[in-house]
């Protein structure tokens, strides 16, 4: 299963894209959690990524499609069932570039889901999310606190909030969306390959519905 799932910051696109890969045994790549993952050790991408991370724009696109080409083409995803995107790809030409990835190796996605969220929820949710900073686990000051405030019940690692969460840069990160990244749901369309879900529902009732539309086939 060659998955994609699309949607807007905060639509939970992480939260499925764990579950799916979990119960299909695929891959999650994230490469949002790969850009994290070079600016916590100070790599030369993670220094290049820092900046549009940090004010909520997109990294260029021959930045991040260096970095998802180099991931796709691992040993473990080449020889797992496949593989769940979760903020990639987020506009038209890295669209154009998975396509082109995938044929050189014959393949081709099977199905992109389009999350749905109200922006007022977005908002809610983002601005209260905390991140623990050892295991990223994630928490919601209102709807999943921690048993103790500000640690992991998982890890005990402290709850930060991400720079990227606080309301100026959310707007930005929405601003951003609706601009560079609402365009590939016309360019999925015309695919034939989109399905849509409603992501404000419990995490339970969206993964199944998630599995349902990705069960669907690519031309359902
Ligand atoms: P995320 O965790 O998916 O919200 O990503 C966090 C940040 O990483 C984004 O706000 C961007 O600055 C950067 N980023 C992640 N994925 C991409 C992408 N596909 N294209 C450009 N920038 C990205």
């Known amino acids: ?13 992480g939260t499925q894209a764990k579950e799916l890969a979990q119960q299909w045994q695929i891959v999650h790549i ?4 790969l850009f994290r993952y070079h600016l916590a050790h100070d790599t030369p991408l993670g220094q290049s990524a820092k900046e549009y991370m940090q004010s909520g724009r997109l990294v260029p696109d021959n930045i991040t499609e260096a970095m998802l080409k180099d991931r796709i083409e691992r040993p473990d995803v080449l020889e797992s069932y496949g593989f769940v995107l ?12 998975l396509k082109a990835l995938l044929e050189e190796r014959q393949e081709r996605l099977d199905r ?10 977005l908002l809610e949710r983002l601005v209260g999310r905390r991140t623990c900073s050892l295991c990223r686990a994630n ?34 990160r929405l601003k951003v969306y609706h601009q560079e990244t609402e365009p590939l749901v016309a360019f999925y369309e015309e695919a034939g390959i989109l399905a849509r879900v409603d992501g404000n529902q419990e995490p339970a009732v969206v993964t199944e519905a998630t599995i349902r539309a990705a069960e669907g086939g690519p031309h359902d």
């Open 86 to 97: 979760d903020g990639f790809p987020r506009t038209v030409p890295q669209g154009r570039a």
């Open 112 to 121: 992109v889901i389009l999350i749905q969220v109200p922006t007022e929820v």
């Open 139 to 172: 928490y919601h000051v209102r709807y999943h606190p921690p048993k103790v405030e500000g640690i992991c019940d998982r890890c005990g690692g402290a709850l930060l909030q991400r720079e990227d969460d606080q309301l100026d840069t959310v707007n930005v």
């Open 30 to 33: 994230s490469t949002g959690d």
């Open 1 to 13: 299963m060659r998955l994609v799932l699309l949607g807007p910051p905060g639509a939970g696109k």
